[in-house]
C-alpha cells in the first residue's frame, strides 16, 4: 500500500546495527575468499555493491546450534553478532574506494576466516540496449521502434561516454554521467528489423552491441523490450480506457457501468499462471492519487493480459470495483496455485476501504466482522481460467483478522506458493500503534486461510520468498527506509511452516529508498514437482530502486540463495516507484513498475543473461 507512513517504530529485534560509519564515494572490493552460500558448516562471505557503495560481511549459521560471529577488521573496530540456527546476519561498510581491508572472523565453534581484499568500483559501467515495443491496435508491431541505449555509471566518478555508430548520422555522440548515475537521453527511431551497431567507451570501458533493432527477445535483438500497459488521465494523455468502471449515474438514483480513466495508476501486481498466461493488474485511481481511504476513496482495479509472453495485451478491463464509488478496492496481489487444475488457480488479493478515512491508519480495532466499516479488509478474488474471468469478492477478515489489529491489508505484488503446496499471502497489520509484517496462509488450496506470526516490527510492505534449503525469509521495507531488511522463519526445516515464528531481523545492507520492492525465486510455471508444486532453486531475483530516491530501478541477479547478489541491470533511468517481477514462461522475465501516481505502469521482459551482463 502507497502509504505515507508514520514516524519509524524500532525493529523488533535488532540484528547488529549500523556500524556508524559516514556515507562516502563509491565502494566495492575484491576478495580472495569464495563467495558462496554455506554448505552445511560456519562460514563468511564477503561481497561488493557498487549500486550503493558498499561492502557486504555475510555471516552464515547452518548448523543446529546458535552461534555468536566475532567479526576484527584491524584498525577498525570490533563486532560480534548473535546468529540464531539456520540463520544469518549482515554487516555492511560504507567505505572510500581503493580502501585496502581486511576482515577476521571466529566463531566459538572453531570458524577462523581471514578475508582480504581493495575496494575498487572504479570501472564499474554499463551500456544497455532496448527496445520500446507499444503494438499497434490490431496487435502488429508498428513499422518503427525507438532503440535506446542507456549509460550507467556505478563508479564513485563522474565518467565521459563516447557513442559511435558507423554510417549514422550524428556519430559520435558524448554524454557525461554522474557517479551513481545513469544517461537514457541517446535514442534512435528506426524501422523494425534495421541493423545497429554501438560502440560505446569511456575510461576504463569498451563495448560493442550489434544486432537487429526488433522486440521478441530473440538472438541478435536488443536483450530488453518495454510497454506501457496503463496511461493515467494527465493534461498531455488521454488515459488508458479501461471498461467495466462503476460511476453514479446522471440521475443521481444509482450506479452504472462504463468504459473510463483514472488521474492515476498505481501499484501494479503480476503472475504468471501455469499456461503461461501474464496477468498484470494496478490501482485506478479514479479521482485522485491518494491511498485507499483517502480523498474520495474511489478506488478500482484493473487488469490486462497476454498469451503471448507480453508481446500483445488485452485491453484494460476491470475486475474489482466497489458497489458504490466511496468505498474502495486496491493494492493486489496476485497467487498462483500451481496444482489447481490444468490451469492452475488464480487468487486476487485486494483490499477494501469501506468509506472515506478509513485507510490503514484510519482502522480501529475491536471486531474483524465481514461487514465491519471501521476497518480495512482483505477480500480476494479467483480465476479457473487464466484471469479471463473472475469470482465475486470473498471476505478474509473472519479467518485471519484479530480483533486486536486495527488496519491490515495484503502486501501487493505477488504472493508464493511453497514446495509444500501451501499458499503463503504476505500481509501488514497494526496492533497497539506498531505495524508488523507477516502472512496468511492456506494448506487446502484456499478453501480456508490463517494467520501466520509476525516477521518483525517497524516494517510494513514484504515479500517471502523460499529458499533452495526449504527455509523461508521474509523480505522487508523499514518503515526508517534506508535498508532491505530480513528474517528468516524459524522452524521451516521442511519448508512450509510461516506460522510460528520468525528470527531475529537483520539489516541485509542493500539500499531502499523506503519502496515496496519485489524479491522471488527463478522458478518458471512450469518448474513443479510431480505433486504439481513448485521447485526450489538458489537462484532469485530483486527489483528495487539502486538509490536513496524512487529512482534507477535495478534488478539483481543472485545464484546463492541471496548471500550474494553480484549481477544488476539497470531496468528504469530516473523515477520510478513500486515494482513486481515474474518469470514467463519461456524463462524471460517480466517487471511491472510503477513512474510516480500518473506516470504509468510499464511492463519490461528481459532475458536471464541479459540482467547479468554486469
Known sequence: MALTWRAATPMRRWAVGLLGLTAVAGTSLVTTAPASAATGSQSVVVSQDCTSSRIRV????PTSAATTFTVTWPGAGTWTSAVAAGDRSDLYFTKPSGTDYSFHTTTPQGLDNTTSGTLNCSTSMAAQVSTECPRNTDG?????????????????????FTVAWPGRSGSPWTRTVAAHSSDDSLYWTVANGAAYSLHTTATGFDRTESGTATCGLGAGTPGMNTQTLF??????????????????????????SYTGT???????SMAVTNNGTIIAMTDARVDSAADLG?????????????????ASWTPASTVAHTDTTTEGYGDSSLLVDRSAGPNGKVYAFINYAPAPGVGYYGSKAGSNSATDKTAMHIRYISSTDNGATWSAPVDLNPQVKSVSWA???????HGIQLSSGRLVQPIVYNESGVDHAGNIYSDDHGVTWHAGASAGTGVNENKAIQRSTGQVVQNLRSNSGGNRWYATAADTAAGTDVAGAFGTAWNSGLI???????????????????????TRTAVALQSNNASTGRSELTVRVSKDDGVTWPHQVLIKSGEAGYSTTAV????SIGDLYEIGATGGIVFSSFTLDWAQQS
Not at 502488429?140 to 563522474?158: G, Q
Not at 531502499?512 to 513448485?534: F, H, I, Q, R
Not at 514467463?584 to 524463462?587: A, I, K, T, V
Open 58 to 61: 555475510v555471516l552464515l549459521n
Open 140 to 160: 502488429s508491431l508498428p513499422a518503427t521502434h525507438r532503440l535506446k541505449l542507456t549509460l550507467v555509471n556505478r563508479s564513485d566518478a563522474a565518467k565521459t
Open 231 to 256: 496511461e493515467a488521465r494527465t493534461s498531455t494523455s488521454a488515459g488508458t480506457p479501461i471498461s467495466g468502471m462503476n460511476r453514479r449515474n446522471a440521475a443521481g438514483t444509482g450506479y452504472e
Open 262 to 268: 483514472a488521474v492515476s495508476v498505481r501499484i501494479p
Open 294 to 310: 483517502g480523498a474520495s476513496n474511489n478506488i478500482q482495479v484493473a487488469m490486462r493480459r497476454s498469451t503471448d509472453g507480453g
Open 407 to 413: 488496519g491490515m491489508f495484503a502486501s501487493s505484488g
Open 512 to 534: 531502499d529508498p523506503g519502496c515496496n520492492s519485489d524479491e522471488l525465486s527463478y522458478l518458471k510455471p512450469t518448474d513443479v514437482s510431480a505433486s504439481g508444486y513448485p
Open 584 to 587: 514467463l514462461g519461456n524463462g
